[in-house]
């Protein structure tokens, strides 16, 4: 099968991707293989691909926000776990316990009695598995684990045709979603959403985005349809326009004065220099959510910055919690979902783009 093969990681304008062939992986115990249909493109992939975040493998293939259909179920082996994280059952337990407690009917059946099935359209996000047996499992923090592990840097990820996953990872698409419209909501919906919850944002108030890609043209509509107001920072004019026509009050650069201070703010951009003016633009009492999942150098903060309880969170990973969540507010809202769309081959051009601030939505491939 094609796949783009990251083994160095290099600055994107080198083309470190390669497409290449490689087999076609089998689905294991409680896994399912996925005949992938398009794959976003996320800041993370890039940060992957120029080596900021350093692999725990190469050569790996990148890609977390999968949209495909279930080609393949995995035999179950009811003496081993489903999956890291599933909190599925010890070793040594009754074949039979095991199978029904799963909800799976056993190899060669071909379907999921929680109705997983050959052809079923799944989704698979940034969070491959868990370990389920941390503190921060064990308290329904799955995101904390402490021996995660992620699609498209701990295994191969979405930049091929066919990839294996753990069924009870999988994301459920609403069906008012094309497989394309999808893609984004994988990770840049999901963790969007997730950068609201932990922001805290309330029904009305007055919400700040600085960086206005993928996550964020999402982010603004789920703040809209809270009633809230919406001030967007962000240097490209493009992609200030963009936040006009879905409803921003106000659009400007960090260094302009908006016309009122932000109860939230979101930072999506990997920029440390940001974090003082969106603090400047933070009310007393604010929060300052950080989505980032790499950033350069927070510069040195006075300390007024800072004073009047204002509180500095920062975003780590997504539950499926949050995944479920947002796919029904997705729907309900519904969401309208920017891409522009790139074959397999051209993900470093889609990459560079991306790295240069051109893509209007997010950048997906079409497998």
Same mark, same amino acid.
């Given at each position: 099968?094609?796949?783009?093969?990251?083994?160095?990681?290099?600055?994107?304008?080198?083309?470190? #991707?390669?497409?290449?062939?490689?087999?076609?992986?089998?689905?294991?115990?409680?896994?399912?293989?996925?005949?992938?249909?398009?794959?976003?493109?996320?800041?993370?992939?890039?940060?992957?691909?120029?080596?900021?975040?350093?692999?725990?493998?190469?050569?790996?293939?990148?890609?977390?926000?999968?949209?495909?259909?279930?080609?393949?179920?995995?035999?179950?082996?009811?003496?081993?776990?489903?999956?890291?994280?599933?909190?599925?059952?010890? #070793?040594?337990?009754?074949?039979?316990?095991?199978?029904?407690?799963?909800?799976?009917?056993?190899?060669?059946?071909?379907?999921?009695?929680?109705? #997983?099935?050959?052809?079923?359209?799944?989704?698979?996000? +940034?969070?491959?598995?868990?370990?389920?047996?941390?503190?921060?499992?064990?308290?329904?923090?799955?995101?904390?684990?402490?021996?995660?592990?992620?699609?498209?840097?701990?295994?191969?990820?979405?930049?091929?045709?066919?990839?294996?996953?753990?069924?009870?990872?999988?994301?459920?698409?609403?069906?008012?979603?094309?497989?394309?419209?999808?893609?984004?909501?994988?990770?840049? =919906?999901?963790?969007?959403?997730?950068?609201?919850?932990?922001?805290?944002?309330?029904?009305?108030?007055?919400?700040?985005?600085?960086?206005?890609?993928?996550?964020?043209?999402?982010?603004?509509?789920?703040?809209?349809? +809270?009633?809230?107001?919406?001030?967007?920072?962000?240097?490209?004019?493009?992609?200030?326009?963009?936040?006009?026509?879905?409803?921003?009050? +106000?659009?400007?650069?960090?260094?302009?004065?908006?016309?009122?201070?932000?109860?939230?703010?979101?930072?999506?951009?990997?920029?440390?220099?940001?974090?003082?003016?969106?603090?400047?633009?933070?009310?007393?009492?604010?929060?300052?959510?950080?989505?980032?999942?790499?950033?350069?150098?927070?510069?040195?903060?006075?300390? =007024?910055?800072?004073? +009047?309880?204002?509180?500095?969170?920062?975003?780590?990973?997504?539950?499926?919690?949050?995944?479920?969540?947002?796919?029904?507010?997705?729907?309900?809202?519904?969401?309208?979902?920017?891409?522009?769309?790139?074959?397999?081959?051209?993900?470093?051009?889609? #990459?560079?783009?991306?790295?240069?601030?051109?893509?209007?939505?997010?950048?997906?491939?079409?497998?």
């Amino acid at each position: 099968m094609k796949a783009m093969v990251l083994r160095e990681p290099a600055p994107v304008e080198t083309e470190p #991707l390669v497409l290449e062939d490689i087999p076609v992986p089998e689905a294991g115990p409680g896994e399912v293989r996925i005949k992938v249909r398009y794959c976003g493109v996320c800041r993370t992939d890039l940060h992957i691909v120029e080596g900021e975040l350093v692999c725990p493998r190469l050569p790996i293939v990148p890609g977390h926000q999968v949209v495909g259909v279930v080609d393949s179920i995995g035999p179950e082996n009811p003496r081993s776990r489903v999956d890291a994280g599933t909190g599925g059952p010890s #070793l040594g337990a009754d074949p039979g316990e095991v199978l029904a407690e799963e909800g799976l009917k056993g190899p060669g059946s071909g379907q999921k009695s929680d109705g #997983l099935s050959l052809g079923d359209r799944v989704g698979m996000a +940034w969070l491959y598995g868990t370990c389920g047996e941390c503190e921060h499992c064990a308290s329904g923090n799955e995101n904390l684990c402490d021996h995660p592990r992620f699609t498209g840097f701990s295994v191969n990820g979405g930049y091929e045709e066919y990839m294996v996953a753990p069924a009870s990872f999988l994301v459920k698409i609403p069906d008012s979603f094309a497989d394309l419209e999808a893609a984004p909501l994988l990770c840049a =919906g999901i963790i969007g959403y997730r950068s609201i919850k932990v922001a805290g944002l309330k029904p009305g108030e007055t919400l700040g985005l600085f960086g206005f890609g993928a996550s964020a043209h999402l982010a603004i509509q789920v703040a809209r349809h +809270w009633g809230c107001q919406v001030l967007v920072f962000t240097r490209s004019k493009e992609h200030q326009k963009h936040a006009l026509e879905l409803g921003a009050s +106000w659009v400007g650069t960090a260094g302009d004065v908006p016309p009122d201070s932000c109860h939230r703010i979101i930072t999506f951009a990997p920029a440390g220099y940001l974090i003082p003016y969106a603090l400047k633009a933070l009310k007393k009492g604010g929060t300052l959510a950080i989505n980032a999942v790499h950033m350069d150098k927070i510069p040195e903060l006075d300390y =007024g910055l800072v004073y +009047w309880e204002k509180k500095i969170v920062t975003v780590a990973n997504a539950t499926r919690r949050d995944a479920d969540e947002f796919m029904r507010l997705a729907a309900e809202i519904p969401l309208k979902v920017s891409t522009e769309v790139f074959s397999l081959e051209k993900a470093n051009e889609a #990459l560079l783009k991306l790295k240069k601030g051109q893509i209007r939505g997010e950048a997906v491939l079409k497998i």
